[in-house]
């Protein structure tokens, strides 16, 4: 049994909630879109008033626009367990930015032909995947989560590249980072980590595990808001060879003086692209300004907690939804958020959003229970399980 801190207990994340806005509802869906925080507004308020129309163009080197894909990257990297210089946030869509990655991969093994992905990946990974491989004459392996190491093992001498997630999206179930990228050096094949369901919410400590490459989206934990750019990650060591197909003018040398040839800029910036989309840059920057506070060893403390509590109560009060779990039991082989099988799952999510319960569903029969750390209470996880159990009751 879990209980509730006694009055006066000293809980140090216990005032963030009162920092989001979440309309008196339970967001249960922060791995799809995190909740915005209530001074977003006067933070973009700031931008406009007091840069934007105060300096208009001016504003790119007086209020450090220009620099912002590196200085937003560069707070972003604490929570990767990366050194200053190695994290970008060029302004460009998680699925842009893979595509960006895949192919500067497949460049640094040009004369290797394989380019391998799990299957259980994201769609747009996979679609990407192979877009890449017809573009660069690859052959693109499709590996199951099962076989995606043992292929390595196997074959790995072939493989350029290799894409993979530290966390399901569906299931939640983790990958160990350390152990498949050490795999990808040991075969020599450059491993390639798409982080969009574990930035922000678990440690991925990418300097540590010798990670090669690695993107994730802005939106999910890290609460950038709808459609927040993606990031990019270049260990300094890759930093002199990687060469981006997406060699666009901010990525040059000298953007500013408008050559006719590309010519890379030496560090994290030629992960460049173009212009930097500013507004969205800042609201990214604000929403990572607590999760840096607490740090990702407590918000990923915080997060399993939070499982481990749904779970607990879930099994108190409908131990036969419990068996439904489709993620992991044991809280250390899990992310962020866990699912439960349940039929009409769509119709499910439907009737708790109606409770004022927001989780996704995932065809055919998943739900999806996202546990962010700075703005879910254990109060509103106990009310979402009653809800669930309430809805599917009287679905039966
Ligand atoms: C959410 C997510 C995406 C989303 O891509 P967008 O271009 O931002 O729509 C891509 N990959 C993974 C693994 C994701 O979880």
Redesign the pocket.
Known sequence: MTTRPEAGELDPLSTYPHEYAVDGAVHLNGNSLGAPRHSLVGELDRLVSEQWARRQVQGWFQDGWLDLPRTVGDKLAVLLGAAPGQVLVAGE????T?FNVIVAACRLRADRPVLLIEAE??P??LYIAESVARLLDRRLVVASRADFDTHLREHGTRVAAAVA?PVD?RTGERRDIGATTALCHDVGAVSVW?L??AAGVLPVELDANEVDLAIG?G??YLGGGP?AP?FTYVPARHQPTVDFPLSGWHGHARPFAMTPTFEPADGIDRARTGTPPVLSLVGLSHALDPLVEVGIEALYQRSRELGELFLDHLGETRPDLLKQLASPRDPHHRGGHLALRIANADKVEHDLAAHGIHVDSRPPDLIRFAFAPLYVTADQVRRAVDSLCHVVQTMH
């Open positions: 869509t998680t699925s842009t893979l990946s994201f747009t990974d997630s999206f798409d969009s369901h989206c939106y999910k459609g993606a």
